[in-house]
């Protein structure tokens, strides 16, 4: 600050002033007689008039701030309430439209099987990043009914079965693993098998399927039903068989299959509750 006002700058400064203070002294004492140009006067003054405007201004929206601060912080806040308010009914409209869409799209099945109960639409809210067999959690559990080893379905088919319960979440173990075996049967030829699958297969997104008997008609292409047992009710779609070969005994086939549901993309999943047959 002491090098300013010894600098060259200031004194420039020191000396408009000076300079524009005694024209607006030699103003005054002359009266009508001034013959300054007026427009020099105006030039020369212009910055400081800015300048005293630039001030006034700052000063003034800074007293309105400081007397209305807490007005302004009641608006700000009443603003936030309407926009969280307005955002609660988009998301809430969005999960609607999104339950409705599932309901729509399960109703075939459910019209099929009358003797199923379905818990509500549940969503995948979690994976387990290190389960090569592609696990989930979903945001349902035993307070909508849901109870262990209830199975596990979209509108396109199996996806596995509760294999932990808590409330309100369950964790899904899908038909990739191999603590998951489904009995199942080709839709048109009736040959059946159980899946038997493995880490190799999984990592491709595929089942395997054993104990095929060796003159069983199955071929590529074949669609694959649950065949129904105590815990999976039957003629629910599994998956198409895309490759067959004989076992190392030579008295049985495998066949692998592709599920119908990409159990590592599903994002919203239904339970069966309920069946005729199940737990017998």
């Not at 080893?149 to 979209?154: K, M, R």
């Not at 039903?225 to 049985?252: C, E, I, R, Y």
């Amino acid at each position: 600050m002491k090098e300013f006002f010894q600098s060259v700058k200031f004194k420039i400064i020191i000396c408009i002033f000076a300079l524009v203070f005694g024209i607006m002294i030699y103003a005054a004492v002359a009266g009508d007689n001034i013959i300054f140009p007026r427009s020099l006067l105006e030039t020369v003054s212009q910055p400081f008039v800015s300048l005293g405007k630039a001030v006034s201004d700052w000063t003034a929206e800074t007293i309105d701030t400081l007397v209305n601060a807490q007005h302004y912080k009641s608006e700000n806040e009443k603003l936030k309430e309407m926009l969280t308010d307005m955002y609660g009914e988009l998301i809430d409209k969005e999960k609607t439209d999104a339950e409705n869409e599932q309901y729509r799209s399960i109703l075939g099945i459910a019209e099929q099987h009358t003797d199923y109960k379905w818990s509500p639409p549940c969503t995948v809210i979690a994976r387990n990043a290190s389960d090569v067999y592609g696990g989930f959690t979903i945001d349902r559990g035993s307070a909508d009914g849901i109870s262990l080893y209830d199975p596990v379905f979209t509108s396109v088919g199996l996806v596995g079965i509760v294999g932990e319960i808590s409330e309100h979440y369950a964790i899904v173990k899908t038909i990739l693993s191999p603590d998951v075996n489904v009995g199942v049967i080709t839709a048109e030829s009736k040959v059946v098998g159980v899946t038997e699958n493995d880490a190799e297969y999984a990592a491709d997104g595929k089942c395997l399927v054993s104990y095929v008997s060796k003159g069983g008609e199955i071929a590529e292409d074949d669609i694959l039903l649950t065949s129904g047992s105590s815990v999976f009710p039957g003629n629910m779609m599994v998956g198409t068989v895309k490759a067959v070969f004989s076992d190392k005994n030579g008295l049985t086939k495998h066949a692998v299959i592709e599920p119908g549901e990409d159990v590592f993309k599903v994002t919203s999943v239904f339970v069966v509750t309920e069946f005729n047959g199940q737990d017998e």
